[in-house]
């Protein structure tokens, strides 16, 4: 039987911390955050948070991942990481599978892209 998606997403949410979009905007410009945008990069190319860093959910763990040839090294900074999706799915998923690969100090950011625009965040 397959397991529905919002059944994963729910679980995932169970396992990682989130962030709020109040919370994410305070960070912002934070020497000590990196923001890790994971939409696909047409929808990053469009509009992302401001000095985030882009991460395609379908490279995550290849840029993730410090003995890849893709690896960004951001996302092994020892920073803590805000991951955000455009409302909020994707990213709780990228974000358990960010600890499931041992890297800690990982959150979602509720509500993703679209939380984070309406508060009026900046964007680059």
Partial sequence: MVTPSMQLIGE????????SVEDALALAGDEGTVFVDVRERAEHDAGAIAGAVAAPRGFLEFIADPGSPMHNPALSSGKRLVIYCASGGRSALAAKTLQDMGIGNVANLSGGYQAWTEAGGPTG
């Fill in 12 to 19: 995932a949410l169970a396992e990682v911390a989130s962030v």
